[in-house]
């Protein structure tokens, strides 16, 4: 009697066929990118993409050694990233961002879901600040150049301790008013949720006691998701929350910062 119980219902499991794959979050419902719109990103966004990239490279070298303060190689990645955005046709809703004191330096905790991350931030952040980076971005062609000669701040997730010199830069340029951007998921989301959060981002912040500012991106996964160079130009936002105080914290409380801090910005992503 088992036996056939069990028989009927994996029948009905089997006939039911796979599980749908699932929607990213902020899909346009029945928007559709077929082959015109496959052509468009491979022989234009992309080419033109790649022209900035190594067009600017040579010009931001010169740069570079007569930048003392990174605001030229700022200059330089604002200037890339706004003819990237102009090229792609998506443009940017800001919020939130008249809420913080700009004076002070914060620590701005974004959401990863796309290579095209970086270029947003650029563009909407309007003040200089430096990235934290993984090791891997490093032997990417010029781009990898250019993190490393302006001072962003690289960390090696395979061997932590040659990130020591990386850290204690970003420590000291908090203290000296410089704002920080991390990723604190790690890398960039496969499926357009925003996955657990590393409590180790947020030492700087605790050590530096700068508030956390949330920051959600929305829609470049589904602009640019990870494994394709197929861009599919939309409207983008991004979600500036309230900032999050580190005053009096150590760094024993790393974990209960960074579960308020994906909190927030959990609250900032999947507001509709």
Same mark, same amino acid.
């Given at each position: 009697?088992?036996?056939?119980?069990? +028989?009927? &219902?994996? &029948?009905?499991?089997?006939? @039911?066929?796979? &599980?749908?794959?699932?929607?990213?979050? !902020?899909?346009?419902?029945?928007?559709? !990118?077929?082959?015109?719109? +496959?052509? +468009?990103?491979?022989?234009?966004? =992309?080419?033109?993409?790649? %022209?900035? $990239?190594?067009?600017?490279?040579p010009a931001a070298l010169i740069g570079g050694f007569l930048d003392r303060d990174g605001s030229i190689m700022h200059g330089f990645a604002q200037v890339w990233s706004w003819l990237i955005m102009k090229t792609i046709l998506s443009p940017v809703k800001v919020t939130g961002l008249e809420k913080i004191d700009r004076s002070k330096p914060h620590v701005y905790a974004v959401n990863h879901?796309?290579?095209? =991350? *970086?270029?947003?931030?650029?563009?909407?952040? #309007?003040? @200089?600040? !430096?990235?934290? %980076?993984?090791? &891997?971005?490093?032997?990417?062609p010029v781009v990898g150049w250019h993190l490393k000669r302006?001072?962003? *701040?690289?960390? =090696?997730? @395979?061997?932590?301790? +040659?990130?020591?010199g990386s850290i204690r830069a970003a420590?000291?340029?908090l203290k000296e008013g410089l704002p920080l951007v *991390? %990723? #604190?998921?790690?890398?960039?989301?496969p499926d357009g949720e925003i996955k657990p959060f590393l409590s180790g981002a947020f030492f700087l912040a605790i050590k530096a006691q700068v508030d956390?500012?949330?920051?959600?991106?929305?829609? $470049?996964?589904?602009?640019?998701?990870? =494994?394709t160079y197929h861009i599919k130009p939309r409207p983008l936002e991004m979600r500036v929350g309230e900032p999050i105080s580190t005053a009096g914290l150590t760094l024993r409380d790393m974990e209960a910062l960074s579960a308020k801090v994906q909190a927030a910005l959990e609250k900032l992503y999947y507001e509709i």
């Open positions: 009697m088992n036996t056939s119980v069990e +028989r009927v &219902e994996t &029948e009905e499991v089997e006939s @039911q066929g796979p &599980e749908p794959a699932r929607q990213s979050p !902020h899909a346009v419902p029945g928007l559709k !990118h077929g082959w015109l719109s +496959r052509l +468009r990103s491979y022989f234009v966004f =992309d080419p033109l993409i790649w %022209f900035y $990239t190594l067009g600017l490279g879901a796309s290579a095209l =991350d *970086i270029p947003v931030l650029y563009v909407n952040l #309007p003040f @200089q600040f !430096h990235i934290v %980076f993984k090791k &891997e971005l490093l032997s990417y302006s001072g962003q *701040i690289c960390i =090696d997730q @395979q061997n932590p301790s +040659r990130s020591i420590l000291k340029g *991390i %990723f #604190p998921e790690g890398g960039r989301t956390v500012v949330p920051v959600a991106l929305v829609g $470049t996964y589904e602009l640019l998701p990870m =494994d």
